[in-house]
């Protein structure tokens, strides 16, 4: 089994910085790509910030220049660093690693629980 296990998430107002953390544990053998999704109230889940194991990054529009993501590989953590947060941002924000847990197994796509962002005065 794999757990993602995310923190940071909080309220905070516009213009303000906050830093979700994602860790990976339990039987890994490889992890690809890790990401963040988010979803606000009655809208679809995006894509905010991806990261393949090589540390290419893709951002969505909305987040670029505002918005880092990084991991350690070492400790299957991801981070997303997030400054200049708007209302906007404001949503669930879902922690996503694609983790083949054994050599004789396949890609799978795991989420952690999930995290809420508020950003609000």
């Known amino acids: 089994q794999v757990q993602l296990v995310e923190s940071g998430g909080g309220l905070v107002q516009p213009g303000g910085s906050l830093r979700l953390s994602c860790a990976a544990s339990g039987t890994i053998f490889s992890i690809h790509d890790m990401g963040w999704y988010r979803q606000a109230p009655g809208k679809q889940r995006e894509l905010v910030a991806s990261?393949?194991?090589?540390?290419?990054?893709n951002y969505a529009d909305s987040v670029k220049g505002r918005f880092t993501i990084s991991r350690d590989n070492a400790k299957n953590t991801v981070l997303l660093q997030m400054n200049s947060l708007k209302p906007e941002d404001t949503a669930v924000y879902y922690c996503?690693?694609?983790?083949?847990?054994?050599?004789?197994?396949?890609?799978?796509?795991?989420w952690g629980q999930g995290t809420q962002v508020t950003v609000s005065s």
């Open positions: 996503n690693a694609d983790v083949r847990p054994s050599l004789w197994k396949t890609t799978y796509a795991y």
């Open positions: 990261i393949t194991s090589g540390g290419s990054k």
